[in-house]
């Protein structure tokens, strides 16, 4: 199979040297993003403004490896606080209510920098075809 790496243009990539996505036949992964901007900053002041601009993120990502919304089989989205659920869940569903992925969600005690709330991953598998 063959192997396809992308990047988002966040400059911490090539910083650490790590791939945002990675394509591996027909399998898609994302890994842990926030909403940080190229230019460094981050996007968005809630945790639904993040989360929304994540998810903005992972469908062009998608696109780049030939896969859509309605092949993503997984989310999971760590939150530094689960009180913020609700507004990561209602970001989430303006993406994949219909589609209906696994998604998982958890509280980590803080991210990168104080004002990122929200980290989102991904998996999707192109092809996939609803019932």
Do not use: W
């Amino acid at each position: 199979m063959q192997r396809i790496n992308y990047s988002s243009g966040a400059p911490l990539e090539d910083i650490a040297g790590y791939s945002r996505m990675v394509k591996v036949g027909d399998h898609v992964y994302i890994g842990g993003t926030t909403a940080v901007q190229p230019d460094g900053t981050v996007a968005g002041e809630t945790a639904r403004e993040q989360a929304a601009y994540i998810f903005t993120k992972f469908i062009d990502l998608l696109g780049q490896a030939g896969a859509k919304a309605s092949d993503v089989i997984k989310v999971k989205a760590y939150v530094t606080d689960m009180a913020l659920a609700p507004e990561v869940g209602a970001a989430y569903s303006e993406r994949f209510k219909s589609i209906r992925p696994l998604f998982t969600m958890v509280e980590t005690p803080k991210l990168n920098r104080p004002t990122q709330l929200v980290e989102i991953e991904l998996e999707a598998h192109i092809g996939c075809e609803l019932d």
